[in-house]
């Protein structure tokens, strides 16, 4: 099984700033990574597809790079809204596998 | 609008059994893949089982293979997962999801339900 390492658990930062939040496969995925954001009590929202794809209607404040074993979710300018819990998803093989979540907070 | 909807959760002793559903609207559903997805109390997020638009192709998680069977109608535009020999450790929150350009799951899940929950306890 493919093990997905999300780093860092919790993040807290003002509004306005960059937030970075990275996910390391156990072995190579190519792009096939998609990044979930979820609020509480509430269903995730798919964000990012095949590593760096923006969803339609997902701000453009939210960006995703990376292919193999390192990828990263990125919030340029951090809102009050974009408190949540961000999860990485490997797509390559099953069975489908998920980071352990990255908790982002306003300080 | 395009809407996945769960029910069936309860609370249910442990070896006992549940059937979950996902009434899926809005859209084709015979055209897409389906997968359901589990959440712990306070925990992360569980990929459960998977199945391709014509039930050519079916995934289960190790946790829950040979207990829980994934199964669709797509005459009837539903989704379903028979749970078998529950455990205390499958009680969560259900929840179903599309892929969103099958057969390409690099494209990640769009839509989902929003939920439906399994508790397993005497």
């Known amino acids: 099984d493919i093990q997905m390492t999300q780093s860092p658990s919790s993040v807290s930062a003002s509004v306005g700033d960059r937030v970075t939040i990275t996910c390391r496969a156990s072995?190579?995925?190519?792009?096939?990574l998609a990044w979930y954001q979820q609020k509480p009590g509430k269903a995730p929202k798919l964000l990012i597809y095949a590593a760096s794809g923006l969803q339609s209607g997902v701000p453009s404040r939210f960006s995703g790079s990376g292919s193999g074993t390192d990828f990263t979710l990125t919030i340029s300018s951090l809102q009050p809204e974009d408190c949540a819990t961000y999860y990485c998803q490997q797509a390559h093989s099953f069975p489908l596998t998920f980071g352990g979540g990255t908790k982002v907070e306003i300080k | 609008q395009v809407q996945l909807v769960e029910s069936g959760g309860n609370l249910v002793k442990p070896g006992g059994s549940l059937r979950l559903s996902c009434a899926a609207s809005g859209f084709t559903f015979s055209d897409y893949y389906m997968s359901w997805i589990r959440q712990a109390p306070g925990k992360g997020l569980e990929w459960v089982s998977y199945?391709?638009?014509?039930?050519?192709?079916?995934h289960y998680a190790d946790s829950v293979k040979g207990r829980f069977t994934i199964s669709r109608d797509n005459a009837k535009n539903s989704l379903y997962l028979q749970m078998n020999s529950l455990r205390a450790e499958d009680t969560a929150v259900y929840y179903c999801?599309?892929?969103?350009?099958?057969?390409?799951?690099?494209?990640?899940?769009?839509?989902w339900g929003q939920g439906t929950t399994v508790t397993v306890s005497s």
């Open positions: 072995q190579g995925i190519s792009s096939w």
């Open positions: 999801a599309r892929d969103q350009f099958p057969p390409n799951p690099e494209y990640g899940m769009d839509v």
């Open positions: 199945i391709s638009s014509s039930n050519f192709t079916i």
